[in-house]
């Protein structure tokens, strides 16, 4: 089945509409169409089309991106999910009778000792930890790590955090990072997950003078400590080994990422100063620097 370049925006002006209605943002629905654009224009080369593409054939891409564009296994994959989604969709919408990316496996990937955030089922199983612990203080655990995970601030930043420093709205919010020393001021977005989670904490809050946001069971002031306690017996708890504050920082900035592709975004959202240093901190080994570089229309390197 060839498919005509009209025919082709067509559907991808349909599948713009599906991943913008699963509620993913702009720039990563950009991201995944421009995915599907790369495979749809190697497979023109050869005279074929996306939704008449057969399991040999995005093999047969993959082997073109490892061997013939020498992208790293992060790359790769990550281009094949891409293509995982699109034909996903694409057979619940009838436009295909089978899935050709079905059979075609990710590459190894080695583990390396660079900076390596969350996966999206390990921070559910920490989420999950958290819920399930009987601690009277769970609701005020469960908002700190979401904090750390939904804004990747800093664990001495979040210990100075104050109550002024947090609006939840319901449809919006935002968090105020002061800034000390050299690092400036910067505000960050509250998702909904977080908005819920800090009102689910104000809500029981004990009564203190204090007006830190996070207290401990006697009303003072958490400490760094404290914190890099609560979020290393909650990580034992979901099973997880080497989870530190920091991993929840990297966490966040990784996603963020891949969600924009906008390295200049997260290392402003972050506190970072210097691309260089949220390259270093934040980007996973094998990321491919020059694509992120492209897909952002940013000059990292």
Do not use: C
């Not at 005279?47 to 040999?56: D, F, M, N, T």
């Amino acid at each position: 089945m060839t498919m005509s370049n009209p025919e082709l925006h067509d559907t991808l002006a349909l599948y713009r509409e599906y991943l913008t209605e699963a509620g993913l943002s702009q720039l990563t629905v950009k991201n995944y169409v421009a995915d599907l654009k790369h495979l749809a224009s190697w497979l023109a080369r050869g005279g074929g089309a996306v939704l008449g593409a057969r399991e040999k054939d995005i093999r047969a891409y993959r082997s073109d991106l490892v061997t013939g564009k020498a992208h790293p296994p992060a790359t790769v994959n990550r281009r094949l999910q891409a293509i995982r989604k699109f034909f996903r969709y694409a057979l619940e919408s009838g436009l295909v009778d089978a899935d050709p990316s079905a059979g075609v496996k990710l590459l190894p990937q080695t583990k390396s000792g660079g900076p390596r955030g969350l996966e999206p089922s390990e921070v559910k199983s920490l989420l999950e930890a958290v819920r399930r612990g009987e601690s009277r203080l769970a609701k005020r655990d469960y908002a700190i790590i979401q904090v750390m995970l939904q804004t990747g601030i800093r664990v001495g930043e979040l210990t100075r955090l104050r109550l002024t420093d947090v609006q939840v709205l319901e449809d919006r919010g935002v968090l105020r990072v002061r800034g000390v020393g050299s690092s400036s001021e910067r505000e960050i977005p509250l998702n909904s997950s977080v908005r819920k989670a800090i009102s689910a904490y104000l809500a029981e809050r004990s009564g203190s003078d204090s007006d830190h946001l996070f207290l401990s069971a006697k009303g003072r002031p958490l400490s760094a400590r404290s914190v890099q306690r609560l979020v290393g017996s909650h990580a034992v708890g979901a099973g997880l080994e080497g989870v530190s504050t920091f991993t929840l920082r990297q966490t966040y900035g990784q996603q963020l990422l891949r969600d924009t592709g906008n390295l200049s975004l997260v290392a402003r959202l972050m506190g970072y100063k210097r691309l260089e240093s949220a390259i270093k901190y934040i980007l996973p080994d094998q990321e491919d620097l020059t694509e992120v570089a492209e897909r952002s229309s940013l000059n990292v390197l």
